[in-house]
């Protein structure tokens, strides 16, 4: 299989919301749930099952607590998904230079 | 067919960034801060002036400018707490900010105690920094209010320097009323609405 395969791309990274939560994550320190919902426009649930996956990779991190008796889902990039984010950037940069 | 999927997908890992590169929040609570303790330190000049007291003017901006860092700090850790998504506008606006809030106190204070600026021409000089300060956070937040309002500090800068005077200090604590302290309570209000 061809380094520039597009089958040869991360599937957890390759799906339109779990792209744009990576993307948002990636700029900033952390993220609340709430901005994340805001920032990807999509409904609680499906961000929650998107999130998810991102979390059982090891992509993302989660912390959550309570404030005020409500509860916060405080999320942030983590190293692997830093690095597995710069090579599907790269990837795809080498498919369209191919 | 697949490079145009390729080139779509990084289109839109590029707006996603862009998108939230310029997610900004400010809740005006640091503008109310700085602007009642710099009102207070003034009213307490011209106490000291009027009522001949004596009290030396670094003993009133001192403890000005401690307690204000102090508290600030405090505000900053709650802030954060609430915030939280920190992005690079917000990165942009707090490291100006705070740039600022240092050399006011090298200006004015240091500036002051070794004669290269006078005591008539400290308002002047910080209403050209606050005027710097707002013409960035305008930018970073889209707000025309704060591009007027960097011009009008910049317009009270010209004409204080131009026809400095005992009246500078007032004037300035004038301006800070209407155009840092009133904002700040319409920005706090604001951020407590949308955050409902």
Redesign the interface.
């Known amino acids: 299989m061809k380094d520039y395969n597009?089958k040869n791309i991360d599937d957890i990274i390759h799906s339109?919301i779990r792209?744009?939560i990576m993307?948002?994550l990636?700029?900033?320190?952390?993220?609340?749930f709430v901005?994340l919902k805001k920032?990807?426009n999509t409904t609680d649930g499906n961000l929650s099952i998107h999130l998810k996956k991102l979390e059982d990779a090891g992509y993302v991190s989660v912390e959550k607590k309570f404030?005020n008796r409500k509860p916060v889902s405080?999320y942030q990039i983590t190293e692997k998904g830093k690095r597995a984010f710069e090579e599907y950037?790269k990837k795809?940069?080498k498919?369209?230079t191919? | 067919m697949e490079n145009i999927r390729a080139q779509e997908e990084l289109a839109f890992i590029k707006k996603v960034i862009a998108d939230t590169q310029h997610v900004f929040v400010q809740n005006g609570h640091q503008y109310i801060l700085w602007s009642s303790l710099a009102i207070i330190g003034i009213l307490v000049k011209y106490i000291n002036e009027g009522l001949n007291l004596g009290i030396s003017g670094l003993w009133i901006w001192i403890p000005v400018i401690v307690i204000g860092l102090i508290f600030s700090e405090i505000l900053k850790r709650r802030n954060y707490n609430k915030i939280r998504s920190k992005t690079f506008s917000q990165k942009i606006f707090e490291t100006t900010w705070t740039a600022l809030v240092i050399s006011f106190p090298i200006l004015a204070l240091v500036g002051f105690y070794t004669d290269a600026i006078t005591t008539d021409a400290v308002p002047s000089v910080i209403a050209t920094l606050l005027g710097c300060g707002y013409f960035i956070t305008s930018y970073l937040s889209d707000s025309k209010w704060m591009r007027f309002s960097a011009f009008v500090w910049w317009i009270f800068a010209i004409t204080m320097f131009l026809f400095p005077g005992k009246h500078s200090v007032a004037g300035l604590g004038l301006m800070l009323i209407f155009f840092q302290l009133i904002p700040g309570i319409i920005l706090s209000r604001k951020r407590k609405t949308t955050a409902k």
């Open positions: 597009y339109r792209l744009a993307a948002v990636i700029n900033v320190e952390n993220a609340e901005f920032q990807v404030e405080i950037i795809l940069e498919f369209i191919k």
